[in-house]
């Protein structure tokens, strides 16, 4: 059962006459939630971080009172500066994601070379939680897109797959070529994801646990970002996981995407 939000309208017609206009506006009112709670969400990501740097900045106005202080205090504002850098930025791709469709999509991307270059980023990270992150790349696969678009998209999953699970917990990527096509997954054996929050992990802003997710650095905008990105090669992200046991999150890219050697 769905709830409508009907709007009633009567104006006179003729002399004794009367129109009755009804509309359905329960998308409008939808959209003008989701948009109401994007910018509220927005805000309220900038601010945190700003009320950090207001902070420090403000006991930093008298050096002797910040002392010995001050080292944490530099680490700390340098932290929330990144943090709210790598925000907008984000939230430039995004919209940009949704609003351009004349995204250039004809470069000549190599994903080994891509992957190469993010293993060595991700395993010093996997390496400081003690996690074994193994890549298992098929050779010579290259696709037509968007090279900087695939790059964030594949690098958000691994690090979602390092960052959002324990310490001591297997990681594994994937690149396989098939007939069909190609696909990506990423495999870890961490802590798993209820099925009620699948449904909402490409939503903007969502995270499991809000706390724990901020602390990584997380705004809840990367999986928004992936979806977007998937829908210019006519895919979706897939997402299977099991509390306790781990998560896989996966695409296809159909072959019509693939460049012969
Ligand atoms: P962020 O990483 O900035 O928090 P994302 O949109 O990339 O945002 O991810 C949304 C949420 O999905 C994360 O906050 C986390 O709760 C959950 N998540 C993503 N990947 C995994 C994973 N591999 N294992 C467990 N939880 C995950």
Redesign the pocket.
Known sequence: LRTHILELRTMQYNEGEFLMIIRDTTQIKQLEDMKRTFFADASHELRTPMTVLKGYLEVSKNPNEIGDMWQRAHKVMSEQLIRMESLVEQLLTLSKLESDNDIDLNDDINLVTMLNQIEIEAMSLAKTKKQNLDFNVDKDIRVKGNEEQFRSVVT?LIF??I???PNGIDVRVNLKKFNEGIMFEVV?T??G?EQNHIER?TERF????KAR?RATG???????IVKYSLNHYDTSLKIESKINEG?K?YFIIDAKFVLSQ
């Open positions: 958000n979602n797959a960052k959002h699970n870890d961490g802590r994801i992990l969502y995270r499991v646990d997710s997380g705004s809840g905008l990367g999986l928004a998560s999150f």
